[in-house]
């Protein structure tokens, strides 16, 4: 019912910034009613939890590693999340991907890779030293 395409992705120098975008569609697109989160996942590497918010973007959860260099928002009149990236690291380097879980299901938590719904084919961030 959802797609979810991820954008913004591309090769920065350490210390830099990108911002990427998740746009939602499909025949119940609204973010109004989604939860999205924000995963990462390098060559050879579990995919692991980045950054997640609720549908009105006033909770927001981040992984340590990122914590005060990340921040996910969202505008939900374009049906779209961000994820600002600052201070880029060469440990940042993956594949990013963008997931949602609908508002009305149960039992969200948002570092559970099982408890998305929709997914979509990730960017690729690349951060050089």
């Known amino acids: 019912q959802v797609q979810l395409v991820e954008s913004g992705g591309g090769l920065v120098q350490a210390g830099g910034s990108l911002r990427l975008s998740c746009a939602a569609s499909?025949?119940?697109?609204?973010?109004?009613?989604?939860?999205m989160g924000w995963f990462r996942q390098a060559p050879g590497k579990e995919r692991e939890f980045v950054a997640a918010n609720t549908p009105s973007g006033g909770n927001t959860y981040y992984a340590d590693s990122i914590k005060g260099r990340f921040t996910i928002s969202r505008d939900n009149t374009k049906n779209t999340v961000y994820l600002q990236m600052n201070s880029l690291k060469p440990e940042d380097t993956a594949i990013y991907y963008c997931?949602?879980?609908?508002?009305?299901?149960?039992?969200?938590?948002?570092?559970?890779?099982?408890?998305?719904?929709?997914w979509g084919q990730g960017t690729q961030v690349t951060v050089s030293s």
């Open positions: 499909g025949r119940t697109s609204s973010t109004y009613t989604l939860r």
């Open positions: 997931a949602a879980h609908a508002v009305l299901r149960s039992n969200w938590v948002p570092t559970d890779r099982g408890k998305y719904d929709y």
